[in-house]
DNA sequence: TGCATTGGTTTCCTTTTGGAAACTACTTTC
DNA sequence: GAAAGTAGTTTCCAAAAGGAAACCAATGCA
């Protein structure tokens, strides 16, 4: 038993483990999520309507980021004839299927908050 | 109509929105969705398997992120008095709860995968 | 005429992140 | 007595991430 067999499982965990570094590829950088989560309530929001939401954020990130969403197909950017012209960004269906990664992530931060207050839950259970 | 009623939805959004802050400040970094994804599986590692198994990751980058989770009451850290000392990492009852969070994650990667050989998946939905 | 708003981009700078390699210290094995 | 395995820590450095402020072009409003 020299050389280790270092893993037994692996096989099958190798795929699981890929699949979890694209999707945090993706969803990399400080802001995605905080913006995704905003963006999926309201459906559709103005560039200056989301620097105003996105609390803490700057127009230079809030560019970049969503970006990055729509080369990824997650968001698109359509740009209105308006007076002074009106860029919507809204979440695609595609971008919809992270709903329920966003969901989980928001409810267990829900009762992460929770468990602040009776810190016995993080001990015990 | 001067003044933007910047929000309507905006106080039921806010605690979603810190939910979701809340959650990916303690998951940060480069590695912890790996590590917590690999532990998951195997329930209970030693060091240097963890090492091994996280492929890229340095001893420096593995013991900073264990810690941090140890800090978070996401892992445990044990110490075995072997012949050479061995430690043991396990995923804590309430860093279990991450669980639903790595599996959509995962799950969503998966499918990711999916669509690349399939792109018109998602582009039409 | 001048200021505000729209949706950004650019520049400059600081902080954070992360990696490689060396080193520690102890024990077992060759 | 040298090598190798245990579990890290430390140092040194490079790259990436992120923020503040200035700037731009077009248009509307007063």
Redesign the pocket.
């Known amino acids: 038993m020299k050389k280790?067999l270092s893993v037994n499982h692996s096989e099958i965990c190798k795929t699981r483990i890929t699949a979890i570094k694209d999707t945090m590829e993706i969803l990399?950088?400080?802001?995605k999520f905080h913006i995704l989560g905003t963006l999926l309530e309201t459906d559709r929001m103005?560039?200056?309507?989301l620097?105003r939401e996105v609390e803490?954020?700057?127009?230079?990130?809030?560019?970049?980021?969503?970006?990055d969403m729509e080369i990824n197909h997650l968001v698109t950017?359509t740009?209105q004839q308006t007076?002074?012209?009106?860029?919507?960004?809204e979440v695609t269906e595609y971008g919809k299927t992270l709903g329920p990664i966003i969901d989980e992530i928001a409810k267990w931060g829900i009762s992460y908050r929770s468990s602040l207050h009776s810190p016995r839950d993080r001990e015990t259970a």
């Open positions: 280790k990399s950088g400080k802001w103005r560039f200056m309507d620097l803490g954020i700057g127009s230079k990130m809030l560019s970049k980021e969503l970006q950017r740009v007076k002074p012209i009106t860029v919507v960004y």
